[in-house]
């Protein structure tokens, strides 16, 4: 991985790759950080600030249009089929899901507790490639260190995840993963408490107990 994050496949495949997604989604992706569908993260959020936003709707409509013309690299693959079971459960107060009260007080205000998010602000969980792909490695690292949207040009607002590294231990981190891993028709292999503590340790991610990063609610509560 490159800094710690697995760049998801380009090819047409709708579990682990871009088949799900538009040439709308991939030419707002690449001007802005931001699509109907994800948001960028890592070294992608610089190439978008410094570079893509710049490039003229021409120039993004053809790599788009190329980009949509790649095969999937597995003829089986097929989308994702949304499974509204954990949404129906966590709206009737049952959190009895192994990671379920971890996402409900951690996650779900943004993200919510369908998985869906909020188009453009904060991205969709369910069907989601980075939460779906059989590497988990970008997932666990942005749910440890969390992560900013950056703004640009046609997309000024900026909006941050934050960490959770210094909260939540590596077993809490594995639950509340696999939990999204595994909910609203995702289907992706489980992670295991050695892959987080490792990510913790490549990362640099806080420990649990660590002083809280300026500006989250701990730390304001002193």
Known sequence: PLENWIAKSLRGDHRTGMGSWSEADL???LRTGRSERSA???????VVVHSMQYMTDADLTAI?????SLPPADPADQPHVYDESVAQALFHGDDSKTGAALYVDNCGACHRTDGKGYARVFPALAGNPVVTGSDPTSLVHIVLKGGTLPATHQA????????F???MND???????????????????SVSVDEVRRLRK???AAAVGDIPP??????DRG
């Open 171 to 189: 077993q809490e981190i594995a639950d509340v993963v696999n939990f999204i891993r595994t909910s609203w028709g995702n289907q992706a292999p």
């Open 40 to 46: 960028v993260f890592g070294g992608m959020s610089d």
């Open 64 to 68: 788009a249009r190329y980009l949509k």
């Open 214 to 219: 300026p500006g989250s609610a701990a730390a």
């Open 27 to 29: 030419v707002s992706f």
């Open 156 to 163: 000024p607002s900026s909006f941050t995840m934050p960490p």
């Open 165 to 167: 590294g210094w909260r």
């Open 202 to 204: 490549d990362t640099g």
